[in-house]
């Protein structure tokens, strides 16, 4: 097994170590951004029959803007906002932890079966939660999850707030024609 496959199954099996050590790798953000997009892209692929391709297409690209938006607030809110004392980190840190994060979305792909899409996304969309909570928690270097999750959850909300605002500058995403 590729040393890339098996970071992504450690970070879904939410380990910690994993996420210390793609904190403390540099080489890892290409890496972290291609697990961004194969979760996009399985999410793509399980909602194509509601989204068709050009959802799979804007649906990959929409995550990566989000993923460095995210980030980048996640980065600000846990270093200047509610750091611990012992709070060190940098956005390229948060970049490769939470990019991990997004292994569990793999799962996504299965929403292709039809009646499945809800349940799989809902599934994948609380573990991936669950990862980033971990991510957020080892790169900010927290002792308590309480204040990661919180982090995140500040960071989820201003991030959706902002990519509305874009879709909406944008005009709004584009709806499949029925056949």
Do not use: N
Not at 51 to 71: D, E, K, N, R, S
């Amino acid at each position: 097994m590729s040393p890339f496959v098996e970071r992504m199954i450690r970070a879904a099996k939410l380990e910690s170590a994993l996420y210390e050590e793609v904190e403390a790798d540099k080489g890892a953000l290409g890496q972290a951004m291609a697990v961004v997009v194969i979760s996009s892209v399985a999410a793509g692929i399980g909602a194509i029959s509601v989204q068709g391709v050009t959802g799979l297409v804007i649906g990959t690209i929409t995550a990566l803007i989000g993923w460095y938006i995210w980030a980048f607030l996640t980065y600000l809110i846990g270093t200047k906002l509610l750091p611990e004392a012992q709070t060190s980190s940098d956005h390229g840190e948060l970049l490769r932890t939470i990019g991990f994060s997004s292994s569990p979305g793999i799962i996504r792909i299965i929403g292709i079966i039809p009646g499945l899409r809800g349940l799989v996304f809902l599934v994948a969309g609380l573990w991936m939660l669950a990862a980033m909570v971990i991510a957020v928690r080892q790169a900010l270097d927290y002792t308590s999850t309480w204040r990661a999750l919180g982090v995140c959850a500040i960071g989820w909300l201003v991030q959706a707030l902002i990519m509305a605002l874009i879709f909406a500058i944008l005009g709004g995403v584009p709806q499949q024609t029925p056949a």
